[in-house]
């Protein structure tokens, strides 16, 4: 009867660690599946935050930093407007005459924006120069040196005067004397460009009426 007894007993407390150990199994498993659960949750959501990211950049970049240009609007103050090459060139060949300068709107357009000059300021100081888009014509020296914005300097051409081989060149080397002697200097609005460019008093206001009348 004794021995029964602690038989009896012996299989009570394991049946009762049995117990324990496969709730503490059941435990341990619920916790790791809730662990594996939460890890995967915060993977999923790093990985849609990076999704959204990339998504982002991706719809930035939807227009090529070289078919486009900001351009502050200096004479009117109004705000900052994108537009293409060919939307500029087409604003800009619609006033450049009939003569050496006409077409060459997208020629100006898409050097200004390699340089970041704007291309608005650029033509209108050729038209003001050369009388191009008048109705006499360019003048002798874009004629005859394709000089374009009445730069001195070498190599000389009728007297003091830059020469250049081409219209083509012309436009360009207008360009780079806005850039590396203007705009990167801060001279970036018809405003500080007048008084270092030109001795006349109403050199600002007649290259403003260009301005306005070529972003109209």
Not at 12 to 34: E, N, P, Q, Y
Not at 146 to 168: E, F, L, T, W
Not at 169 to 177: C, D, H, M, V
């Amino acid at each position: 009867m004794r021995k029964s007894h602690i038989i009896s007993v012996l299989l009570s407390i394991c049946g009762t660690s049995m117990i324990v150990l496969a709730l503490i199994i059941i435990g341990l498993t619920d916790k790791d599946s809730f662990i594996s659960y939460s890890s995967s949750d915060q993977i999923l959501t790093t990985s849609m935050k990076y999704l959204s990211s990339t998504t982002i950049q991706e719809v930035s970049m939807t227009s090529p930093p070289e078919t486009t240009l900001s351009i502050t609007e200096a004479t009117q103050g109004d705000p900052i407007t994108m537009m293409t090459i060919d939307e500029i060139a087409e604003k800009l060949n619609r006033y450049l005459g009939k003569d050496l300068l006409a077409g060459k709107g997208g020629l100006i357009a898409s050097y200004c924006v390699s340089l970041q000059v704007d291309p608005f300021v650029a033509t209108a100081i050729m038209l003001h120069e050369t009388g191009c888009g008048g109705s006499k014509g360019c003048s002798k020296l874009t004629r005859t040196c394709y000089n374009v914005a009445g730069q001195k300097g070498r190599p000389n051409c009728m007297g003091a005067y830059k020469g250049y081989s081409s219209i083509d060149e012309g436009i360009r080397g207008a360009i780079n004397n806005l850039h590396k002697n203007y705009y990167s200097m801060g001279y970036n609005t018809v405003e500080r460009i007048g008084p270092k460019y030109a001795e006349s008093n109403t050199w600002v206001s007649k290259i403003n009426g260009y301005v306005y009348k070529l972003k109209s």
